[in-house]
């Protein structure tokens, strides 16, 4: 019989058919791991399927990646969201934080402390405007300050879970806020994604080379995997004195910067976006940026941000 690669499977990955199907290096973390290493190379993971059916009523699906840390992926994902919500009242938008060990979506998005509800349809997502929800393992713990000491297989069934089991309703847009790196989350939401009509992912980077080198990995994981780059966003690019204006490079671009990089790998740049401490403010407040920084630099170039991104996914 013919060697079969799953979909979206770990580079190196032996194949289905092979002897070492699940037991390598390259399988561990692989939500099809248990099914390969028993030896039922037939069986699919039914759980594709049930994302698959779960989101068949989500218009457009978007990955938020980053490779690097600390470059404000979360705190984007937050404004983003809330941005293509107020953008048209008549648009369901969902945020769904699969940060597992750190899950920041409730404290940037002001619900934190909210309760998850569950019914006979599955848990039902927090509202935090009457068209934008989200989901969190954070409303989950019963403090802030818990630790999530799980390994990769634990991960990856509670991505399942929230993927499989939130009731989300029809939305237009869900956005899915990552961990850093190119790892078990990844790969786990790539899988199970693969069939459920993922649009693609938008990446995050800062200036500096230091970041760069990360993303330019994350450009690479999606190519491997077939996810389509819908564009990459410079955050931090400058910085904008709130007293007197005057404008600073925090983070030097010595290579280019993303827009740069995107010329190399031929992909859309989305836009930059300036270092605002009261835009920083907000995000830790739980605050609404639209309402407190009316006309702000930050607002003027996170509008233009989603206006790309609302044209890209239409295209």
Known sequence: MAEVIPPNAPEHCPGTQSTDAGK???CAGCPNQQ????????AVDPGIQLVKDRLEAVKHKILILS?????GKSTLTALLSRGIAQRNSELNVAVLDIDICGPSQPRVLGVNGEQVHQSGSGWS??????NLSVMSIGFLLSSVDD???WRGPKKNGMIRQFLSEVDWGN?????????PGTSDEHLSAATY????????AIIITT????ALLDVRKEVDFCRKLNINILGVIENMSIFVCPCCQRQSEIFPATTGGAQRMCNEFNIPFLGSLPLDPKLARCCDEGKDYLTELPGSPAMKALTSIVDNIMSGCTA
């Open 24 to 26: 390598v290096s390259a």
């Open 207 to 210: 200036p500096q080379e230091v």
């Open 193 to 200: 994604l693969a069939k459920a009509g993922l649009t693609g």
């Open 125 to 130: 997502p927090v509202y935090v405007e009457d």
């Open 35 to 42: 099914v390969c290493s028993s030896g039922a190379t037939k």
């Open 147 to 149: 630790a999530i000491i």
């Open 67 to 71: 490779g690097k840390g600390g470059v």
């Open 171 to 179: 939305l237009d847009y869900l956005l899915m806020d990552t961990p």
